[in-house]
């Protein structure tokens, strides 16, 4: 999920040649299979805090691994575990 996340952005804001470094970047990357404990935790995260699918699978895999989730991403605020980096405004 959050390979696709990023690479949705990538394509949005980053130049190809940026992108291309990311993506080489995300290669060495630890991917985590959603499995079914993960799932039924996002599903109690999305309800209880009105996450979005996508949103509720990387919160709840990062709390499964007892791991912060760093992100920019402002419906995160407040969450147990999160750090919130806000985005640089051009």
């Known amino acids: ?12 804001e980053v130049d190809p040649e940026r992108a291309g470094e990311v993506a080489a970047f995300m290669e ?3 991917v985590v299979p959603l499995d ?5 935790l996002a599903a109690e995260l999305s309800a209880s805090a009105k996450l979005a699918t996508a949103d509720a699978v990387i919160y709840a895999t990062a709390r499964h691994h007892r791991a912060s989730l ?11 575990d999160v750090v919130h980096v806000p985005k640089l405004r051009a």
């Not at 999920?1 to 690479?7: G, I, K, Y």
């Open 28 to 30: 060495k990357c630890v």
């Open 1 to 12: 999920m959050v390979q696709l996340e990023l690479s949705k952005w990538l394509r949005r």
């Open 70 to 80: 760093l992100t920019s991403d402002a419906h995160f605020i407040g969450l147990p």
């Open 36 to 40: 079914t404990t993960i799932a039924l």
